[in-house]
């Protein structure tokens, strides 16, 4: 994993307990993490942390994002309303992977409750140690944004 790259990270409540999994494993691998919530178990609306990770990662050429909530859906059709971002939904190792290598995602999301801790962890390693493959997938990418 290149623990070059900054890490925006964000949860609504179903997220939360991934989330902190999520950080320590980032951070023990190197990563300089920002978390944007949520911060505890309460109810809240995703939006209100996706909206400011796909912000923050705009903002950032050195960033991607990682984005979880129960089912990952919500998380996931906010981020992709800002254009210039690509999230991706992955609920195993080897989409998250792709999610790189095809579509140049620069947001992970995950759906917190259909996947263990473990498993969300081997997405993320994918995810962060997969690099775009460009050429065909690049002509392909061109054509995400309206």
């Known amino acids: 994993m290149n623990n070059s ?11 939360f307990d991934l989330k902190a999994e999520i ?20 109810s809240m609306d995703y939006p209100d942390v996706a909206h400011p990770v796909a912000e923050a990662v705009l903002a950032d050429s050195n960033s991607l994002g990682i984005l979880i909530c129960g089912s990952g859906n919500g998380v996931c059709l906010t981020a992709n309303k800002h254009q210039g971002i690509r999230a991706a939904l992955c609920w195993l190792p080897e989409l998250g992977a792709l999610a790189r290598q095809h579509n140049n995602a620069n947001i992970l999301c995950m759906p917190a409750r ?13 995810y962060l140690s997969a690099e775009f493959e460009g050429g065909r997938h690049q002509n392909r990418v061109n054509k995400i944004n309206c």
């Open 23 to 42: 950080i320590s494993f980032l951070e023990a691998a190197g990563f300089q993490v920002k978390d944007f919530g949520c911060y505890n178990t309460d």
């Open 5 to 15: 790259i900054n890490i925006q990270i964000g949860s609504d409540h179903a997220g």
């Open 114 to 126: 259909f996947i263990s801790t473990e498993t969300a962890k081997e997405i993320v390693a994918a």
